[in-house]
């Protein structure tokens, strides 16, 4: 190509697109987080935040708990089919792929109906004399576990709408890595366990990082789970901003400034992360 | 390395499929149950499916959804292809910083970018004197289906031979040929998978869609309206007519790549004798 500039013209249209649809309206969340409804400067939208401190912290904690969860079952799964034949492989890909193509609403409708009050599970433990067995044995007299409207359910829900995301980085580092490597390693003598601790694990770095952000991003920022698994009970991040631009408690200015703390937790969360890993090789998504 | 799982790796495995697939398939059985019970079973029916295609506010949610997800992936393909080609061409430096802002909204929450976006409308209808409506809708879909497509198109180029383009300027084809002739087909591939990733991710949005629609209603908005106030099987039926629309696509595209697979086999396997 021999002139750069005429070459890079086709980009105009998308770097006028972007300036305007992504850079500007992140710039009007920052002014919004520090004018009040009158247009004047005020700090008054991040001191009100400080009520809503149980809000942050659950927010975090159960996001946390479910990073955790979804690395504690994700790592194995990705490693154990990682050693199956390629045919196993990309069909066990495909079937964990699958659901995330269904409607993430309608995959948390599905286990309502599970955990309901009335539910699946309390049918069936009822039915088989459990809950009659719990009311026997601590003189209790309930019909039913209380399973939804909880912060578990809430969990449960982050786990399974996004454990996709932290098996398939980890799963395509792992194949990645090169067999010499391990048979080197074997060759001079370490057992497996020394060749998964030494070895394996290190390399898989990148990918256990990137499933913790991609994990971790969603679940502290979710509206639905909370409403729809939590039953309203636990607020969570994204109802509190969710509430400041479409419920009744209309305020977007205070909803910015949420919004920008959050954002602001969020990159501290993967700055500290590329920090671990050197964050150059992120591991591709799909 | 090549020692295959026991038992117990196995066992896993299969725990994993049971977790993620149980709750999908008690979703399915109960769409055709003939009450509205939603854990005993009483009968079967397809009620929920005729009531489902008479539902109107159901149908033009699904016609919306369809419609903006075809006209963002189309237009967000187009504006990104051409973006693409106009960043590979750029200087290290303008092409890092622009990378930069195209992986925001693909590392921003959801939230962020509907609420920002929400914002930005808000701020432009009051001083244009328009409403969130489907033209918010679609320009929100556009926003965050461009980067994606970049992502899938940009490595192509890498791929490609530099000399392809100026041979064939070369051998006597203007710039606009060269383009539609070499270029095109050439990165082909990372196009149309740009474009179905943009489609899927369109009908899929709920959260960026319910901050920027207004009054506009796209199927994702319908069934969380649905979920919020009294469930009906319904419901059921959409998610296992979905559920078996996109069953059926990657049945199709594996079976496809599949077989495209072989025949690159074959030819080669012809090359060498």
Known sequence: MKNRKLASLPAIPYVFWMALFVVVPLVLIVVYAFTSESGGFTLENFSSIGSYTMVFVRSLVLSLIATAVCLIIGYPVAYVISKEGPTFQRVAMMLIMLPMWINFLLRTYAWMSILENTGLINTFLSDIGIIGLINRLFGLSIDHLPLINTSGAVILGMVYNYLPFMIIPIHSVIVKIDKATIEAAEDLGADSVTVFRKVIFPLSLPGVLSGITMVFVPSVSTFILSKLLGGGTSMLLGDLIELQFMGGAYNPHLGSAISLVMMIIVMACMAVMNRFGDGEEQAVIM | ?273
Request: glycine content about 6%; aromatic content about 12%; charged content about 15%.
């Open chain 2, 1 to 273: 390395m090549k020692k295959k799982n026991g038992f117990w790796g196995r066992f896993l495995t299969f725990l994993l499929f049971f977790f993620l697939y149980a709750p999908i398939i008690v979703l399915i059985i109960f769409s055709f149950n003939s009450t509205k019970s939603r854990t005993v079973w009483t009968g079967f029916t397809l009620d929920w499916y005729v009531k489902l295609f008479h539902n109107s506010s159901i149908l033009s949610a699904l016609y919306t959804t369809l419609l903006i997800s075809v006209l963002a992936a189309l237009i967000a393909t187009i504006i990104g292809t051409f973006a693409s080609i106009g960043i590979f061409n750029m200087k290290k430096r303008p092409r890092e910083l622009i990378m930069q802002v195209n992986n925001i909204p693909v590392i921003n929450a959801d939230i962020i970018t509907g609420v920002s976006l929400c914002i930005l409308f808000v701020f432009l209808g009051k001083k244009l004197g328009f409403e969130l409506g489907f033209g918010t809708l679609l320009i929100a879909h556009i926003t965050f289906n461009i980067p994606y497509v970049i992502l899938s198109v940009l490595p192509k180029l890498r791929q490609l031979d530099k000399n392809l383009f100026e041979a064939a300027q070369d051998l006597g084809c203007t710039w606009m040929q060269a383009f539609f002739k070499v270029i095109i087909p050439q990165i082909k591939p990372g196009i149309v998978n740009g474009l179905l990733m943009a489609f899927t991710l369109s009908v899929d949005d709920f959260v960026i869609s319910y901050f920027t629609a207004g009054s506009v209603e796209t199927l994702s908005m319908r069934i969380y309206a649905m979920t919020k106030k009294r469930i009906s099987p319904e419901i059921n039926a959409v998610s296992t007519i979905l559920f078996a629309t996109v069953l059926l696509l990657l049945i199709i595209i594996n079976v496809r790549e599949a077989r495209q697979e072989k025949a690159a086999e074959k030819r080669r396997a012809s090359f060498k004798s």
